[in-house]
């Protein structure tokens, strides 16, 4: 009977270290659309995102698919702010110069790509993930024609 209950003991140990050496994993998305610009544009551009947070590594993955980008693109980010409000730009997209029409933004961001916001409560990798998680974060992209964002999407945690 010590042999089994030992042998318990130890299989449910086993089973908790695992669960906690297993990545901390939020995959999140965002509908960019002009409507959702702080004031809202008329234009037929509009878009998807999928963000990835590993939160045991501190590296975040996105992809932004832009689609109908009548003119030329001049810049992506990510923003602090909750749905309808503006807010200032904490990691920024590497972006083609002037492209346009139907295209991918993908890449990865850590601590070292952040831009704090100490105002805005963004001081910190941390703060930056804790915000993520609560939903006040959204992706905007740039163009020629509206320099203060062509299309913008909050983004929303899947799991």
């Not at 965002?30 to 234009?43: K, R, W």
């Not at 003119?71 to 730009?89: I, L, M, N």
């Amino acid at each position: 009977m010590k042999r089994v209950l030992t042998l318990a003991i130890a299989g449910v140990f086993a089973l908790l270290v695992s669960t906690q050496a297993q990545a901390q994993t939020y995959t999140f998305t965002a509908a960019l659309h002009g409507g959702n610009e702080i004031p809202a544009v008329s234009t037929g551009a509009a878009g998807t995102a999928t963000v990835t947070l590993n939160a045991t590594t501190g590296v975040l993955t996105y992809r932004v698919d832009v689609y109908n980008m009548p003119v030329g693109t001049t810049a992506g980010h990510f923003h602090v702010g909750a749905p309808g409000v503006a807010g200032p730009t904490v990691i920024n997209f590497t972006v083609p110069t002037g492209i346009s029409n139907d295209f991918a933004i993908s890449g990865t961001a850590t601590s070292a790509d952040l831009s704090p916001r100490a105002a805005q409560g963004i001081g910190s990798w941390e703060d930056f993930q804790q915000a993520l998680l609560l939903g006040n974060m959204y992706i905007n992209v740039h163009s020629t024609n509206n320099a203060g964002g062509e299309i913008r999407g909050q983004v929303t945690r899947v799991q």
